[in-house]
């Protein structure tokens, strides 16, 4: 889907082959998708940054935490089961 291809992303016994766990999604991904359920309009212009943290091994279940300022700015986390941290999306809309 992103043209990436690292093994990593591809399959888990080419992601086991490089020392993964098995396959991992590919981080960008995690984040467009974060970003698509977070963005009341998704044409209107934002700033966004996002921060990795641990790799998602799939298959993977990742729950998505969201926090509001009064600014209407969010901070999004994904965090995994065990309560591993796997990414940190900050979003703001622009005027």
Do not use: Q
Request: proline letters at 7%.
């Amino acid at each position: 889907m992103s043209g990436d291809v690292n093994p990593i992303h591809l399959s888990t016994p080419s992601a086991r082959a490089l020392g993964m766990k098995g396959m991992i999604a590919h981080g960008m991904y995690a984040a467009s998708r974060t970003l698509s359920e977070i963005a009341d309009d998704a044409s209107a212009p934002c700033s966004w940054t996002v921060e990795f943290g641990a790799p998602i091994v799939l298959p993977a279940e990742v729950s998505i935490w969201r926090v509001l300022d009064a600014e209407a700015a969010m901070s999004v986390r994904g965090v995994g089961r065990s309560g591993r941290l796997h990414f940190a999306v900050e979003h703001s809309p622009r005027p």
